[in-house]
DNA sequence: TGAACATATGAACAGTTATTCATATATAGA
DNA sequence: TCTATATATGAATAACTGTTCATATGTTCA
């Protein structure tokens, strides 16, 4: 029951193929990152606000409108999907309008569909 | 301080663009269902296995053995990517491999790492 | 300057999630 | 049948996350 260190109770079945695929694997840090975008998209808050900007230039006040959602709710979101690079704002006077500042969003989003409605 | 239950404390600033936007959004459920499929993408773990999984078929312990976690976190992870549709398995003896069970996954990721590579 | 308002932000809380641990299931071989 | 082994799974826990609430910041206008 204390054998190996390494993954399950057993040896490596097929050490080849796992060298094989270790050395086409990306950098950790890739890979990680890659999953920090991701989590981004991974909520239905910002995956409508994403929505919504990709159809027009919206302020603060309005996508809480839109959304029917507290407008600090959207902050605190707007906040991370900025820090993930994917919307940009401009500010006029008191108001701060957000737009995407991405071109891949509806590329990913429509492969996400074509996954969503495959074999339906 | 309590005018009004929408949004933010003041009326809709821009009404047109809303109901606009709101023509333009698909139905609330899509939109859900998206996130999820990326709440799936949005972990570590996982898009190591399927990156691994998108360079060979492999069975449990050695993707166990490949990212050095424990057999039984694995197997977590690939319950939930099946129940994504995202990979399938076969049997043979005890052995259970698994590959990838989806055309989009290359794409969704390469999209993915142009946002990530996106100026610099 | 002061009131009104659009937005941002910190703290707190509830709900979710990834891993571990222990154990169950299933298969092969002796 | 008994043992070894590959995988699956339920419970528990620690860490993370989204929203709310209260409040701060910054801007316009009187």
Same sequence: chains 1, 2.
């Avoid at 990306?26 to 991974?42: C, Q, R, T």
């Avoid at 409108?65 to 707007?78: D, E, P």
């Avoid at 737009?99 to 996400?112: A, E, K, N, P, Y």
Wanted: proline share 1%; hydrophobic share 40%.
């Amino acid at each position: 029951m204390n054998k190996k260190l390494e993954c399950c109770d057993s040896n490596v079945i097929h050490e080849e193929i796992i060298n094989q695929v270790k050395d086409k694997m990306p950098k950790e840090e890739i890979l990680y990152d890659l999953a920090e975008l991701f989590k981004v998209f991974g909520d239905s808050t910002r995956i409508k606000i994403l929505w919504a900007l990709d159809a027009s230039e919206m302020c603060v006040c309005d996508i809480a409108a839109l959304l029917n959602m507290s407008q600090s709710a959207i902050s605190h979101q707007l906040r991370v999907l900025k820090q993930a690079k994917l919307v940009k704002n401009r500010k006029e006077g008191k108001v701060v309008y957000y737009s995407l500042d991405d071109d891949h969003v509806r590329q990913i989003f429509d492969q996400g569909l074509a996954h969503i409605y495959e074999g339906w």
